[in-house]
């Protein structure tokens, strides 16, 4: 299994612009999340998903949106990018509840200029 | 919205044991005690988790005191790659609010 992938590893884009952070678990979780990680600080929640086709806001949700159309992908949107959305997008997933392990992607470093 | 506290930072040295408390004062019934590791440039990784009591694995122990207010993650005789940034959290089925907090970084040296 390759786990948790997420594409692109990097990106820069200027304010404005607009981008799809790519999210794909092949362990068949029926939980998947989207945080951000600012230099420094730790994870905040931006978007979670329950299953396909469900979807809810997390802590940060502002500036973001996600669909969940499969078990397997959990794609998130950034609408008219701005320098407050630089920092490092991790998805992560986990098999069922909340409470169970959550299997981190390697992140994707964006910086917004 | 943070509900645990951790300190900031710790230094050790390798072959000793580690002991990083959090205290979680408002804890509710509901929530399980959830510890993640992270390397720099990696995403968390799952070390622990327990409701009471205590818990063991083969990389760490887990002490809940009756009351939960606090945690002790306990990492035994750590090493050079231990050093990383540990986080506490509160989990429980019904949250949204997933918060890392600011985590303890955790420094081991020769």
């Known amino acids: 299994n390759a786990g948790v992938t997420q594409t692109p590893k990097f990106r820069i884009l200027k304010i404005g612009q607009s981008m799809t952070l790519q999210c794909t678990q092949d362990m068949n979780h029926n939980y998947m999340y989207w945080y951000r990680q600012d230099p420094g600080m730790g994870l905040k929640l931006i978007y979670y998903s329950v299953g396909a086709g469900i979807t809810d806001k997390g802590e940060v949700p502002n500036g973001y949106n996600v669909s969940r159309s499969t078990t397997e992908d959990f794609p998130l949107r950034l609408e008219l990018a701005a320098p407050s959305q630089t920092s490092v997008y991790f998805c992560?997933?986990?098999?069922?509840?909340?409470?169970?392990?959550?299997?981190f992607g390697p992140g994707t470093r964006l910086t917004v200029l | 919205l943070a509900k645990t506290t951790q300190p900031i930072s710790m230094d050790s040295y390798e072959g000793q044991e580690v002991n990083i408390t959090c205290s979680h004062n408002n804890i509710a019934t509901n929530d399980y005690i959830t510890w993640y590791q992270q390397f720099p440039s990696q995403g968390p990784r799952f070390i622990i988790q327990?409701?009471?009591t205590k818990v063991t694995n083969e990389v760490a122990s887990l002490f809940i005191p009756a009351d939960r207010k606090s945690s002790t993650l306990s990492l035994p005789r750590v090493s050079l790659s231990d050093t990383a940034v540990y986080y506490c959290l509160l989990l429980n089925n019904a949250g949204n609010m997933l918060t890392f907090g600011g985590g303890t970084r955790l420094m081991v040296k020769p």
């Open positions: 327990g409701y009471k």
């Open positions: 992560a997933s986990s098999l069922t509840v909340i409470t169970d392990t959550q299997y």
